[in-house]
């Protein structure tokens, strides 16, 4: 069950193994500032005693945006190791970007606006050569309507 909580009473995990980077720190804030919704369908998960399971970095993301009040979801009855274990898969990433399903399909913009880090690709400077075409002043003249 989720309940909107002070979010002074909630407590951060001690020795939190994940950490954000500041640039991705701030897409969170702006996300949640853009879809506070998410934070209802995906509540941060506390145990019996308003210690984080799942969700420091959404915490400390939602004070950063001012916010007063949080969703939680309380998780209780759970031994110290079901705990542990929860809070590594939580935020395990098990799966992978299919990246010609979102080229083709999703906004460039829009992904990386909700935090998805697109790579960029290097190209090898002697493949770019001879990948290279030259052309005349007339062949630019063409292409440019000129």
Excluded at 50 to 60: A, S
Excluded at 79 to 107: C, R, T, V, Y
Aim: with cysteine.
């Amino acid at each position: 069950m989720t309940n909107w909580i002070n979010i002074k009473l909630i407590k951060e995990t001690p020795g939190n193994p994940r950490f954000i980077s500041d640039p991705k720190f701030k897409k969170l804030i702006k996300s949640i500032k853009d879809f506070p919704k998410m934070l209802e369908i995906r509540p941060i998960v506390v145990d019996e005693n308003m210690v984080i399971l799942g969700g420091n970095m959404r915490l400390k993301a939602c004070k950063a945006a001012g916010m007063f009040e949080v969703p939680i979801q309380i998780e209780k009855g759970l031994s110290e190791s079901e705990k542990k274990e929860f809070i590594i898969k939580d935020n395990s990433g098990f799966g992978a970007w299919d990246w010609d399903i979102l080229a083709n399909e999703w906004d460039a913009k829009d992904l990386v606006d909700w935090g998805v880090d697109i790579p960029s690709f290097d190209i090898d400077q002697d493949d770019q050569d001879e990948n290279e075409t030259k052309t005349d002043d007339s062949d630019l003249c063409e292409l440019c309507g000129k």
